[in-house]
């Protein structure tokens, strides 16, 4: 083989004294750190969240699956972790980058260090690294592939570490729903939270609503139970005839993880299907795109997408603008909207589209995550414009 068509190798500096942790990148580029959470090596795409609060549900966010969260907040840990703040049971998440050392809790609500919640869910975090500089390498590369590893007993692997990202076939194309959501079709009544009481109970339902469950965030299945829905949720793989036969009053599309073109292809016939019955429709983030893809238009992979809160999207019907929370890194293309089919949201960043309603059906989308609270109650309104459909219907 002659030297010019050699491989290109990448030359990594010596690990240092006080480092046992890492996150390496498909480039080969190595970001030193200390270990944090449970020693290990997790593969999947690096993306940041500028989010300042709501770290624990960040990580417990289904729609995750696949991802590294490199948090832009220096300060994570602060509050501690708690039951109560659990978006799933089981986090999705790949492992996480931070500026700095766990934050001890400082909250009354705190029930557990977040280093020692992080090791009983498995995750491997990294801490000490340069967010910054790693956070412009994603703004202006896209998300690479990387390794977040941690090893407490030895150096680390690198060569191995970069080959496992190298290998890691990235989300484009991935369906990932399947490996989120649930496996059997269950009832929920919870509701919303309250300082002092916990949550509710919702025990006198007016409207029954299919949740399908692409890997929902749990906080939306409470809002949906704390405006009067009594609500069933289905698996990702359900069909029409699953749903229709609960008799819904109206379908719900989930957020979750992954391509919404490889999960539509098993959940846009459902939704074809149970549009074509005139059932009200609503959807969030996988569930805009999946609703999207079933009306004709078309969804892409975007350069860095849109991960934190005190993201601004204007309601273009109204005017007002809304203060939301994002998590997601693909996007439906304004130009592939088909006749009927009107754009309502607008992202006040970057002009991505957010939000369509379907003319003369009671059908309608969001991009953001209305359950959040970056607002704080910004865009709770959408849970109950679902219900005004719905009564509408009787």
């Not at 080969?28 to 750190?33: D, I, R």
């Not at 989010?51 to 729609?63: K, N, V, W």
Request: with cysteine; aromatic share 6%; proline share 7%.
């Amino acid at each position: 083989m002659s030297e010019a068509s050699k491989p290109a190798t990448t030359t990594v500096a010596a690990q240092p004294p006080n480092a046992n942790a890492a996150l390496v990148l498909a480039s080969g580029e190595v970001f030193w750190g200390r270990g944090a959470g449970a020693p290990g090596a997790s593969v999947g795409e690096v993306c940041f969240n500028t989010s300042i609060t709501g770290y624990q549900e960040i990580l417990t966010d289904p729609s995750y699956a696949g991802q590294v969260i490199t948090f832009t907040f220096p300060h994570i840990g602060n509050v501690g972790a708690n039951p109560e703040d659990m978006e799933t049971i089981t986090p999705a998440a790949r492992g996480a980058v931070m500026r700095v050392d766990i934050t001890d809790p400082a909250s009354w609500r705190a029930a557990q260090h977040l280093d020692a919640w992080l090791k009983s869910h498995n995750l491997t975090a990294v801490t000490g690294v340069d967010t910054r500089r790693l956070t412009r390498l994603i703004r202006d590369g896209g998300a690479p592939n990387g390794v977040v590893a941690y090893k407490d007993d030895g150096p680390l692997d690198i060569p191995a570490l970069v080959a496992m990202a190298q290998g890691f076939p990235g989300l484009e194309g991935l369906d990932l729903a399947k490996d989120v959501s649930c496996a059997q079709t269950y009832s929920w009544d919870t509701t919303m939270w309250k300082l002092g009481q916990g949550y509710g109970t919702q025990t006198a339902p007016k409207h029954h609503v299919v949740a399908v469950d692409f890997g929902a965030k749990q906080n939306i299945l409470r809002c949906l139970a704390a405006e009067g829905c009594k609500v069933t949720v289905v698996p990702a793989t359900a069909t029409a005839e699953d749903i229709l036969a609960h008799r819904p009053d109206g379908l719900f599309l989930s957020n979750g993880p992954g391509d919404p073109a490889a999960t539509g292809a098993y959940a846009v016939p459902m939704v074809k299907d149970v549009m074509a019955t005139g059932l009200p429709v609503f959807g969030i983030c996988l569930g805009h795109q999946i609703l999207a893809l079933a009306l004709g238009a078309k969804t892409s992979k975007m350069h860095l997408g849109h991960r934190g809160a005190n993201q601004p999207v204007k309601d273009l019907e109204t005017g007002k603008v809304e203060i939301t929370s994002q998590n997601h890194g693909f996007v439906v293309e304004r130009g592939s909207l088909p006749a009927g089919v009107v754009e309502t949201h607008r992202s006040l960043f970057d002009g991505a589209l957010e939000g369509i309603r379907v003319d003369g059906k009671p059908v309608f989308s969001v991009q953001y995550h209305p359950e959040a609270s970056p607002g704080p109650q910004d865009s709770h309104y959408l849970f109950k414009r679902f219900v005004a459909l719905m009564d509408e219907q009787d």
